[in-house]
C-alpha cells in the first residue's frame, strides 16, 4: 500500500489491489458490502453504504478513503440549513 493508510486492524484483501471496506465507518457512512451494480467505464470499486440519516448509497473507494465524501447529502443539507438561519437573524 503506498499513499494512504488505514485505520483498521483487519484488512481483508478482495481482488487484486482492492481492500475490504465492509464494516468500516467514514464519516457518517458505513459501508455495507461492495456495490453491484458499478459503472461500466471505473476499475475502481464501488461500495454500497448506509448513512447515519438512514439513506444507502454507492460510493467509490477512493471517495470514501480520502474522505471527499463524508455523507449522503444530507451533511451539506443540514449545513446549508443552518447557514440561513444565522443569515436570518442578522
Known sequence: MVGF???S???????LR???????VFERLTVLEIAKKTPYYSS???WLCLC??????????G????????S????RREAT?????????Q
Not at 486492524?9 to 481482488?15: E, F, L, P, Q, Y
Not at 471517495?63 to 463524508?70: A, D, E, N, P, Y
Not at 440549513?81 to 437573524?89: G, L, Q
Open 63 to 70: 471517495s470514501l478513503r480520502s474522505g471527499v465524501v463524508k
Open 44 to 46: 475502481e470499486l464501488f
Open 72 to 75: 449522503c447529502g444530507c451533511l
Open 9 to 15: 486492524i483487519n484488512r481483508k484483501i478482495v481482488g
Open 52 to 61: 447515519t440519516c438512514g439513506t444507502k448509497k454507492i460510493i467509490r473507494s
Open 81 to 89: 440549513i443552518e447557514r440561513n438561519k444565522a443569515r436570518a437573524k
Open 5 to 7: 493508510r488505514l485505520k
Open 18 to 24: 482492492s481492500i475490504d471496506l465492509t464494516g468500516q
